[in-house]
């Protein structure tokens, strides 16, 4: 798979995602993406907790795997960084992604780690169930995964 992060820079909305202690407290979380002049991409995560507060975080993605753009390393600028971390090996793979680039699975090479996101904030039923069979037969644990709960106004 080749990703044109062009086409992948814009906002990702969570669809869901395995359980992690950063985002213990988030319900509605989105990413947005912007390419940079100098190819790398700046990074800002936010979700709504349960409280109803907003957590926000903002890092820079600099690509790893240059011949499919798909592995990507995430340096975080707060204690975000701390708990996410980055290898040289890449730890944020784009695992899935639709030739429209409405829907991407990602995760990290750990296993650990695993995001199944959309352009908008509903996924239909047989693409989630697609996007968890995937993720399956890649080995990643998706019985534990976590649904968003989408705002409103988000």
Known sequence: MSVDLSRYAGTWYEIARLPMWFQRHCVDSKAIYSRRPDGA????????????????AKGVATVVDA??????????????????GSSRDGNYWILDLDPEYRTAMV????RRYLWILSRTHQLDEATYQRLVERAQQLGYPVSELIRARHAASS
């Open 41 to 56: 991409i700046d990074v800002h995560n936010e979700c709504v907790t349960k409280s109803g507060g907003v957590e926000r």
């Open 67 to 84: 011949e499919t753009n798909a592995r990507l390393t995430v340096t975080f600028d707060n204690w975000f960084a701390r708990l996410f």
């Open 107 to 110: 995760g990290t090479p750990d």
